[in-house]
């Protein structure tokens, strides 16, 4: 991550690259029941400084008022509207929508973000080079107030995007981010288009394209403003999928990956095994700690309690959180106020994040391939409400 910096960031102000032309850009939301938050998320799309650009809302079957949200904007010719009736996920929802899209580039956004107003102008130049099939934005926590929220904030600034920087220098990218990322649709097309049984549809694609060669990069200065789970029921759910998806992408994609000619893969191949690894150690670990001294037959060597090794792995990651935090204050300045948070990490978050995955990661390496699409599974905001009478809907949608 360092040496990203230093290549590419150090001393070079934020700033984006002059265009030779301006592709068309569709700036595409999926949504479920996102009542809540759709149309703050619209009028700040409506606020991008690129010259090209249409916007398209496509529902997936949503039951509260979501439509009837939408339906200024695409009276104002300003949005256009897919509306599913059936409720068949993220990734049938995207692929449902690119046949009526005109962009060559697709930018695919959370229909909770808020991309800042010249996110594209730092996307773009990277599709300038044939080969860049994907370039992923910089998501930022905005809720902060509260401890879990931090975390999270802490969790995207100091790991997600510490990674990510590592993974560009080493050529090749875990995952990239489902709140913001940009695909070249000839590029999506190529693959075959996502993948509407894997849990994790940006981790598979993301694999998918690199298996063909393809280039994905990483942009810190393409910041988005993103909405996490607030609660530990939610957050356990979400990261359930994640890992579960993690497992399906791996049990999926190895045997390919190990081929000669994907070498460049290994490293992030690698590194996701031994992460999981990691986690069934902590855990197993801390499990016969406590059997042990439970039983009146202390350890040896085998402790969850800070002492002089917890201490130095301990004093690693508080460096690693650092970094990521000094590395990512040009585009955050606020950052910096929340590191204090950064010494519960490893106390908290470590230990739920290392149960999580040994809890789903079974399910996806060895578990049962599902036999339909992974539906939407995360609620934000409040219970939707019921929607009113479709027929004027109807109507209009006809026209668009």
């Not at 998320?41 to 249409?54: A, F, G, R, V």
């Not at 496509?58 to 256009?80: Q, Y």
């Not at 950064?342 to 290392?354: G, H, K, N």
């Amino acid at each position: 991550a360092l040496t990203y910096y230093f290549r590419r960031e150090y001393r070079k102000p934020v700033t984006y690259q002059p265009m030779r032309r301006y592709p068309r850009v569709t700036l595409l939301l999926p949504c479920h029941d996102e009542e809540v938050h759709i149309v703050e998320t619209l009028d700040s799309c409506l606020l991008q400084d690129y010259p090209n650009l249409e916007i398209v809302v496509v529902d997936d079957g949503s039951t509260d008022t979501t439509i009837d949200r939408v339906m200024p904007f695409v009276r104002s010719g300003a949005v256009r509207l897919v509306a599913k009736e059936v409720n068949e996920g993220k990734a049938m929802a995207i692929n449902d929508a690119l046949p009526v899209i005109s962009g060559e580039v697709v930018l695919i956004l959370d229909a909770d973000a808020r991309p800042a107003p010249d996110m594209l102008r730092y996307v773009m130049p990277h599709f300038e080079y044939p080969r860049v099939a994907a370039v992923t934005g910089n998501p930022r926590v905005v809720d902060r107030s509260e401890f879990l929220g931090k975390l999270q904030m802490l969790e995207f600034t100091s790991i997600v995007s510490v990674l990510r920087r590592a993974q560009r220098i080493w050529g090749r990218m875990l995952t990239v981010s489902g709140v913001v990322t940009a695909f070249r649709t000839s590029a999506l097309v190529d693959v075959g288009l996502f993948s509407p049984d894997m849990a994790t549809e940006d981790i598979d694609m993301t694999w998918k394209l690199q298996k063909r060669f393809y280039d994905v990069r990483y942009e810190p200065a393409a910041v988005v403003d993103m909405r996490v789970p607030r609660t530990l029921r939610y957050l356990w759910r979400q990261r359930r999928r994640w890992a579960l998806g993690l497992g399906q992408v791996l049990r999926r994609h190895t045997r390919d990956i190990l081929s000669w000619k994907r070498r460049r893969m290994w490293p992030v191949l690698f590194e996701a095994s031994l992460s999981i690894l990691w986690a069934y150690t902590l855990v197993v670990l801390t499990a016969f700690w406590v059997v042990s001294y439970s039983t009146g037959h202390p350890p040896v060597g085998a402790s969850p309690i800070p002492n002089w090794w917890g201490m130095l792995i301990a004093t690693l990651s508080l460096l690693q959180l650092g970094t990521g935090v000094l590395l990512d204050h040009r585009y955050d300045k606020e950052v910096v106020r929340f590191f204090p948070v950064a010494v519960f990490y490893p106390l908290v978050y470590w230990m739920l994040m290392s149960v999580i995955t040994v809890v789903s990661t079974p399910r996806g390496l060895f578990g049962t391939a599902p036999r339909g699409p992974t539906l939407w599974k995360v609620p934000r905001g409040p219970v939707p409400a019921e929607r009113p009478s479709a027929a004027p809907v109807v109507t209009e949608l006809s026209k668009v």
